[in-house]
């Protein structure tokens, strides 16, 4: 079946970084556009960026743009994102997403930046 694992969240200072991973298992990865979405409390999860299946394609909308980085490693079944100049309004849970023949999630990894 579709897993979808995601690590490397934690408590960072203002300006620091982080990198998460998401490690895909139950479909064929390297032919899918992977996603990161984030969701704070009280608010909808948002997307954060989008890597095509052979990662020569990205978005990111603007909120986050010039901070992270979303990448992947085809032969690990793996994508990343790289998160640098983090700030107190990125604490959230962030999110792994393929869409397959539905949408598929990870259980979250969360993320805190605070002093």
């Known amino acids: 079946q579709v897993q979808l694992v995601e690590s490397g969240g934690g408590l960072v200072q203002p300006g620091g970084s982080l990198r998460l991973s998401c490690t895909a298992s139950?479909?064929?990865?390297?032919?899918?556009?992977m996603r990161w979405y984030r969701q704070a409390p009280g608010k909808e999860r948002e997307l954060v960026a989008r890597?095509?299946?052979?990662?020569?394609?990205?978005f990111y909308p603007d909120s986050v743009k010039g901070r992270f980085t979303i990448s992947r490693d085809n032969a690990k079944n793996t994508v990343y994102l790289q998160m640098n100049s983090l700030k107190a309004e990125d604490t959230a849970v962030y999110y792994c997403?393929?869409?397959?023949?539905?949408?598929?999630w990870g259980q979250g990894t969360q993320v805190t930046v605070s002093s």
């Open positions: 997403n393929a869409l397959l023949f539905r949408q598929y």
């Open positions: 139950g479909f064929t990865f390297s032919s899918y556009t």
């Open positions: 890597i095509n299946s052979d990662g020569g394609s990205t």
